[in-house]
C-alpha cells in the first residue's frame, strides 16, 4: 500500500471518529468513577416526608411500587431493599429512604446530566444498530493504530526500531494492572 494512501486512510478515519473517540474517552473517565459520584444524574430536589410503614414482612415489592405511586412518583421501580433499619427504594428518577421504625424519610429527585448522561449512554446501549456501529468502531480503530504505526517510513522513530517497544509496554501495563490490582 502506497504510503500516502495509508496516512490518507489514517487521517480521514481519525476525523471521521473524532468526536466519538472524544465522546468514549471522556465518558469512560467518568464511568470509571461512578461509584464515587453519580456522573449521569444530579440532584434537583431532596424532599422530607413522614410516611406509616406497616411491619418488615409486609414491605414487598408490590407494596413498594404503591408507596412511591402514594408519594407522587410515577416513574419506574428499580429494587428496594431493607437494610439496618432503613427501607430504601430506588425508582428511575427517584429514591426514597425511609426509617421503618419511626417512618421518617426523604425523596430525592434526579433529572439526567445534559449531554453527559448521552454519551454515557453510548457505553450501555445494547440496541442492534449501536451493536454493529460499535463493531465498525472498533475494526476502525485497529486501523487508525496500525496505520499509525507504519506511518512514518524511515529513520529513529519508526516501528521497527522505537514504536514496538511502546506498543509492547502499552499492552503489558494493562495486563499487569489485571493481574495484581
Given at each position: 500500500?502506497?504510503?500516502?494512501?495509508?496516512?490518507?486512510?489514517?487521517?480521514?478515519?481519525?476525523?471521521?471518529?473524532?468526536?466519538?473517540?472524544?465522546?468514549?474517552?471522556?465518558?469512560?473517565?467518568?464511568?470509571?468513577?461512578?461509584?464515587?459520584?453519580?456522573?449521569?444524574?444530579?440532584?434537583?430536589?431532596?424532599?422530607?416526608?413522614?410516611?406509616?410503614?406497616?411491619?418488615?414482612?409486609?414491605?414487598?415489592e408490590k407494596y413498594a411500587e404503591e408507596l412511591g405511586v402514594t408519594l407522587g412518583i410515577d416513574d419506574k421501580i428499580?429494587?428496594?431493599?431493607?437494610?439496618?433499619?432503613?427501607?430504601?427504594?430506588?425508582?428511575?428518577?427517584?429514591?426514597?429512604?425511609?426509617?421503618?421504625?419511626?417512618?421518617?424519610?426523604?425523596?430525592?429527585?434526579?433529572?439526567?446530566?445534559?449531554?453527559?448522561?448521552?454519551?454515557?449512554?453510548l457505553h450501555k446501549t445494547t440496541s442492534n444498530w449501536w451493536i454493529y456501529y460499535g463493531d465498525i468502531f472498533g475494526?476502525?480503530?485497529?486501523?487508525?493504530?496500525?496505520?499509525?504505526?507504519?506511518?512514518?517510513?524511515?529513520?529513529?522513530?519508526?516501528?521497527?526500531?522505537?514504536?514496538?517497544?511502546?506498543?509492547?509496554?502499552?499492552?503489558?501495563?494493562?495486563?499487569?494492572?489485571?493481574l495484581f490490582v
Open positions: 500500500m502506497k504510503q500516502t494512501t495509508i496516512r490518507n486512510l489514517h487521517r480521514d478515519l481519525g476525523y471521521f471518529y473524532i468526536g466519538l473517540i472524544i465522546s468514549f474517552a471522556f465518558s469512560g473517565i467518568m464511568m470509571n468513577h461512578r461509584e464515587s459520584w453519580h456522573p449521569e444524574k444530579y440532584t434537583v430536589e431532596t424532599k422530607a416526608i413522614q410516611v406509616s410503614l406497616p411491619e418488615e414482612s409486609l414491605i414487598t428499580r429494587r428496594h431493599k431493607i437494610k439496618d433499619d432503613l427501607l430504601k427504594i430506588s425508582f428511575e428518577k427517584h429514591d426514597v429512604e425511609i426509617d421503618i421504625k419511626t417512618g421518617k424519610g426523604e425523596i430525592v429527585s434526579f433529572i439526567k446530566t445534559p449531554i453527559i448522561s448521552q454519551m454515557m449512554k475494526i476502525s480503530l485497529i486501523v487508525i493504530a496500525i496505520t499509525g504505526s507504519i506511518m512514518i517510513p524511515a529513520g529513529k522513530l519508526t516501528f521497527k526500531r522505537r514504536g514496538w517497544k511502546l506498543a509492547l509496554a502499552g499492552i503489558i501495563v494493562p495486563l499487569l494492572i489485571l
